[in-house]
Every structure is written in C-alpha cells, then in structure tokens.
C-alpha cells in the first residue's frame, strides 16, 4: 500500500460515525481510479431509501434527489439488486439492469433519475459496490464517469474490485455507528411488493398485474416478465394489455407517467 494510500485510508477510519465519512471514502478510491460523481444509498425493501453519501456536488439538485428518495429508487437497478439479495461485491449499473432498462422511463427522466439530470445526462457509466447488511437491506456507494471522460477500463474496475473487502468492512461499521436506528424489521418473505406501487395500483389491478406492471416500470421487456414468472410471451401480453385496459393507458410511457404523478402527489 502507497504512502498516500495508506492516509487517506487513516482519514476513512478517522471519520466513521461522522459526515466526513462519505468524502473521505472518495479520497480514498481517488487513490485508485478517477471518477466525476459518486453517491452512496442504503436500500431497504419497502422502507423509504436513505442518502449516506451526496457526491454529485452541483450536478444534481435538491429537487430531483428528493423525487428519488422518495420513490425514484425503485426503479433503480441498484435498488433491485439489493432487496433480492444479490451478490456483494463490485458491479456495473449496465450489468444489473434489465433488459429494456435502458429505453425505459426512469433511465431517460431527469425528473427522478439524479445521474440524467446532470448535465451530461444519460452519458454517464457507473458502478457501485453492494454492501449487504442483512437479507433485503443493504448499502450501494457508486462512482460515476462522464462518458467523454472515457468508461472505466477493465484495470479501473479490478482496481476497485480488490478494494471490495474493506468497503464492506468500513460500510458495515459506518452504518452500525449511523444508522442501526434506521434499520426496520425484516419483512416477510412472501411480500413481493412495495406499498408505493399497491398505493399507485391499488383498486384497478389484480396482484400479479400489479406485479407486472412493477417489473414494466423497472425495465423488464415482455419476454423477460415471462421468464421471471415462468408463464408466456403471449400470457404476459394479455396481462398487459389488461393493465392498460384498467388503468386507461395505452404505452409503457404513461404507465411511467403514473408513477411520476404518484411520486409529485406525495411530495
């Protein structure tokens, strides 16, 4: 380990428990590679998202971070991963997400999406380190690239993967010290869906089509609802063609138009 390495690893340890925490953590993988956002979130299923670590500086406003806190998450791959208990370590956004994600609204709206806000809008990589802390809760610190700034190589991410074992380490810690009273009970594990999308569904749509109209909004094609739910391509159109029926829509645009006018309601 290199002498400034070791240091600002130091200031890591020097500020658990504290706010300088989220930006001694920068400094330290700035040791690394070079990154122009990052951000931190702890996820818990059905419990509303929480900031751990704001480093998007003045790119991204006030205003969209909290349409994302206050359901924009939902939709995030990062979020998903974590409440099915995905594999911790180092993962690129790209590789969690589904497959129609990135035409789908929340990858292209600067109302709820903090990285598309920002002035370089979708031209942006990330990655993140999924940090579980129990069964359907854990923590994502992401850093982010501005694609004319070029991805990050294959050498940039092996750096950052070696680092894995001490972000979980430094995170679990941080989070025992600053948020053991945020932390809710575990659900049980037959509950599929959160209550944003019951209250936003609710009295229109049968379970499952509530279901599918949840997996429609986080980027999942038809043929991908299938498989998740072992039924047809064709059974999962019916579905949707029901859905669009009962709620008065007609695109997979409006049904994202829905969720949006539920977040504004509750704000």
């Not at 989220?22 to 122009?36: C, H, S, T």
């Not at 941080?174 to 959160?194: F, G, R, T, V, W």
């Not at 429609?216 to 059974?235: E, F, P």
Request: glycine share 8%.
């Amino acid at each position: 380990m290199e002498i400034e390495e070791a240091r600002a690893l130091s200031s890591v340890i020097q500020a658990l428990g504290t706010d300088g925490f989220g930006p001694a953590i920068d400094a330290l993988l700035r040791e690394k590679v070079a990154f122009d956002m990052s951000c931190g979130y702890l996820f818990q299923f059905n419990q509303s998202a929480i900031l751990v670590h704001n480093g998007y500086g003045l790119s991204v406003s006030e205003k969209i971070l909290n349409a994302y806190l206050r359901g924009g998450y939902l939709l995030d791959p990062f979020y998903v991963a974590c409440v099915n208990s995905h594999p911790a370590g180092l993962w690129r956004m790209t590789d969690l997400a589904p497959d129609s994600f990135l035409t789908s609204g929340f990858s292209i709206s600067k109302d709820i999406h903090p990285c598309v806000s920002s002035e370089h809008g979708t031209a942006i990589e990330e990655v993140g380190f999924i940090i579980p802390i129990r069964p359907q809760v854990a923590i994502v610190y992401s850093v982010m690239k501005y694609l004319c700034n070029g991805e990050f190589t294959q050498e940039e991410v092996q750096d950052l993967t070696v680092m894995g074992p001490i972000m979980t380490a430094l995170f679990d810690k941080h989070c025992q010290m600053s948020y053991s009273s945020h932390l809710k009970e575990e659900q049980p594990a037959d509950i599929m869906l959160e209550d944003a999308f019951v209250d936003i569904l609710q009295g229109q749509l049968t379970g499952t089509q509530r279901y599918i109209a949840k997996l429609l909004l986080q980027g999942h094609s038809n043929a991908s609802v299938a498989k998740l739910l072992n039924i047809s391509d064709g059974t999962v159109k019916v579905h949707k063609h029901n859905i669009y029926q009962r709620l008065g829509i007609s695109t997979n645009a409006e049904l994202f138009r829905l969720f949006i006018d539920y977040l504004a309601k509750v704000a």
